[in-house]
Every structure is written in structure tokens, then in C-alpha cells.
């Protein structure tokens, strides 16, 4: 449904923002549906704002480990199964296809006050014209758009009672492209920052993860390691990263080398840690893996190896010196080019790193695809291992994406509004 544009503009400190409910009024049922590690994110930011409007709303949904964490019962953990690219995600599709059928009578036959769908575009597209349809109101939060300026396609999204809330701004230019109105399209700036310590200092870091204080510009070199939050992500860049850090070893000389792997919590330890015993072999260096310690990780290390997507929008909100990455298997390169020649050309892409393509220029160096050769990557990762000046520009550049990402609370912007979608409804 569309809300009237008195309701539209939250402004903090205004009485609107502090609006609750008397619990023994009304019931409140939010049912969020979430694919990948990222929404999961997202999805728990919002639920300590929606509590504080309505302390008794129940959640459901399906998700990951966070939304768990924060009080959502969920019918399936759906981030497990999350994948990139056509053939990735056709192993899937007996499971994922299985899940989408469940939610479908789940809203059929419990009818959630509001429905919250989160990226997961394959489903959410699904689910979202089919909740409308049954009457429930719904917010589309982070939207699509991300890899398409087929209107056409982002068409096949759009429903005249859909609210739509994009974290960037060409999100929000291609959802009115396609034809959806400005009162259906609230963008508020992208709720990452919100989650981040900024004030977290290289000594603290270290000190959470059991690691002796060490300066900068004195060995070992600290190499963080972020290879993504999907099994297939981590199985195509993890070797790619290692093979990455041989070759500047190999520049540099004999050094002491630490590999801090951050490991997300979708992925297995011994999957990463299979990996990194196979490809390290019998060099002599340290390696060490967390869970839930990435922004620690990141600013514990000197520079960092990481795979497109959030990743790196955190590593350059903390200003640690990063190289973004992605590499895929050939299955997927095919599917790579099926859409460079059906809808959206290599050239036009643009920047794939979100830090470079906020700042529309490249502060990120990034390698994508057929441009992922460790030894053409490699020198860049020398460079900045033994040049603690180089580095510390680097860094200062990156931290020009919190300027841009601004200081909003996105999160409590987005709670009000599906509070006010239920209650206008």
C-alpha cells in the first residue's frame, strides 16, 4: 500500500520517531524473507527498533543465524543455501523451490500482519506480489537493481500496493524507471554504518582476537583474508587469495606471514580450514580463523584480500587498505556472458566494488572474473606490505565512503516505515 505523504518524512527527534504501541492493543506478526548473509544483517538491525514500537511483535521468517539471534523463529535457515549465478544456484533449486512452497502456505493459511522481504530476488520477486495479493502489506527492502539496466526486468518487481526501500541510489533511478512512483520509493542511504565500530583501534582488535600488539610497519605482515559467505564463494577465492600472497611473497622476499581468515558463519571451519592446509602445503606461516570477529579481523591486519559485496564496504569504512576480488568457476563465467550478451554489456558494468562505485572512482583495486591472476595482483599487495605510507593514503581514501553512507540511522528509518505500512493499512 501507499502512505500518504504526511507519513512519509521521519525525522529524528520528532515526536513520530519515539511513536509506540499499547501491546494489549493490537496483534503484530512480521514475517521476513531472507536469502543471503547480508540481509541477515540487515534484517536484525531492524528488529531492536521494531521491538521498541511494539514490545510484544511477534517475528517469523526465513534467514540466517542473526535474525535467529534477535528473536526471529524461523521455518528455514535459507542462508546455507544462498548462491551466485545461474548454475550455483541450480544445485539449489530442489531445496530452495521447497522452502518457497512452504512460505507460500505459511501466508496463506497464518495471514502475517506485514510481510518484509529482503534481496533473494529469485524468491522475493515471488513472494512479494503474492503476499499483496493475499491482502498482507509489504516492504521490499534492498531491492534489485544492483546488475541490471534491463527495465524490463526490474519491471517483473513492481506492484502498485509494493513499498519499496533501496540502500543505493541507483537502485532507487532504476525502481522509477521501471515505472514505480516516487510515494512507493523511500530511500534512506544504506544501514551498514550503523554496524560498523569505527572507533575500534588496530590495539583493541588485537586484543579481542589474542593476538600480540604489533606496529604497523614491523613484521609479520598481517594479511586478512575475507573470502565471502557462500561454500561456493570461499571454494573459487580462497585459493586464489593464498596463490595471491605467495606471489608477493615471492616479490618480497622471505618474510613472516599471519593469515587472519574471517570466517562468516554460513561457511564451515573445516571447509576453510581444509582449504587453507591444501594450498598453503609446508610454507611456515601462521593462519588463523574466526567466526563473528570480521571487524576485528580487518583491523588487526595490514592489508586486506577481500570478496566483493558488504565486505567491502566494511573494510573501507574501518580504512583498512583492501584489494576486492571476485573469482568464479567456468559454469558461472558462462553464465557471465549470457548476460553481457542479452542485457548488460562487460563495459558497461562499471565499478563491481561498492566502495568504487559509491565514490565513482577507484579506491578499491579490483579484480573481477578473467582479471583474477595472482600474479598480476599480486605486486599491488607487495607494495602496500612494505609501504606503511602508501597504505595509510589508501586507507584515507577509503574512508571517504563513510562521508558518503552519512550518519542515518536507515535502520530505524525503515522500522517506522513497515510500522506505519501495518498501520495504515
Not at 512507493?184 to 600480540?212: D, K, M, N, S
Not at 593469515?259 to 587453507?276: F, G, N
Amino acid at each position: 500500500m501507499t502512505l500518504p505523504m504526511s507519513e512519509r518524512t521521519f525525522e529524528s527527534g520528532s515526536n513520530s520517531m519515539h511513536e509506540t504501541v499499547n501491546p494489549a492493543m493490537l496483534r503484530w506478526r512480521i514475517f521476513f524473507s531472507v536469502g543471503d548473509a547480508s540481509a541477515d544483517l540487515y534484517a536484525s538491525l531492524l528488529i531492536p527498533h521494531l521491538k521498541r514500537l511494539h514490545p510484544h511483535v511477534e517475528l517469523w521468517g526465513i534467514g540466517g543465524p542473526r535474525m535467529r539471534t534477535a528473536g526471529v523463529r524461523l521455518l528455514s535457515e535459507t542462508t546455507r543455501w544462498s548462491a551466485i549465478g545461474l548454475f550455483a544456484a541450480a544445485r539449489c533449486a530442489i531445496r530452495v523451490w521447497s522452502i518457497y512452497r512452504r512460505v507460500q502456505h505459511w501466508l496463506k493459511c497464518e495471514r502475517p500482519d506485514t510481510f518484509v522481504a529482503l534481496d533473494f530476488g529469485a524468491v522475493n520477486r515471488r513472494l512479494t506480489l503474492f503476499a499483496v495479493e493475499l491482502g498482507i502489506p509489504t516492504v521490499y527492502y534492498v531491492t534489485p537493481g544492483f546488475w541490471t539496466k534491463n527495465i524490463t526486468a526490474v519491471q517483473r518487481y513492481l506492484h502498485p500496493r509494493l513499498l519499496y526501500v533501496p540502500i543505493f541510489p541507483w537502485q532507487r533511478e532504476i525502481l522509477l524507471k521501471a515505472g514505480a512512483t516516487p510515494e512507493q520509493v523511500y530511500y534512506f542511504g544504506h544501514p551498514l554504518i550503523h554496524a560498523l565500530p569505527l572507533e575500534l583501534t588496530r590495539r583493541e582488535a588485537e586484543e579481542r582476537l589474542g593476538l600480540p600488539h604489533k606496529d604497523d610497519s614491523m613484521p609479520p605482515f598481517r594479511i586478512a583474508l575475507l573470502p565471502g559467505s557462500r561454500k561456493g564463494e570461499v571454494s573459487d577465492n580462497l585459493p586464489l587469495m593464498v596463490a595471491i600472497v605467495q606471489h608477493a611473497v615471492h616479490i618480497i622476499g622471505d618474510a613472516p606471514i599471519q593469515l587472519l581468515c574471517a570466517r562468516a558463519p554460513t561457511v564451515s571451519e573445516s571447509l576453510i580450514q581444509r582449504l587453507l592446509v591444501r594450498c598453503i602445503g609446508k610454507r611456515m606461516w601462521q593462519t588463523f580463523v574466526w567466526s563473528g570477529k570480521t571487524h576485528e579481523v580487518l583491523k588487526a591486519a595490514d592489508v586486506a584480500l577481500v570478496v566483493t559485496g558488504t565486505a567491502t564496504l566494511e573494510a573501507a569504512c574501518l580504512g583498512v587498505p583492501a584489494i576486492a576480488l571476485f573469482n568464479t568457476n567456468w559454469l558461472n563465467r558462462l553464465h557471465a556472458i549470457i548476460i553481457h550478451r542479452k542485457s548488460l554489456p562487460f563495459h558497461e558494468w562499471g565499478f563491481t566494488a561498492l566502495p568504487n562505485r559509491l565514490l565513482g572512482y577507484e579506491a578499491m583495486p579490483e579484480f573481477i572474473l578473467w582479471r583474477c591472476d595472482p600474479k598480476r595482483i599480486a605486486p599491488t599487495l607487495a607494495r602496500w606490505l612494505t609501504n606503511p605510507h602508501e597504505r595509510a593514503i589508501v586507507a584515507k581514501k577509503l574512508r571517504a565512503v563513510v562521508e558518503v553512507l552519512g550518519t542515518t540511522d536507515v535502520s530505524e528509518h525503515v522500522a517506522h516505515l513497515i510500522w506505519r505500512c501495518w498501520r495504515g493499512s
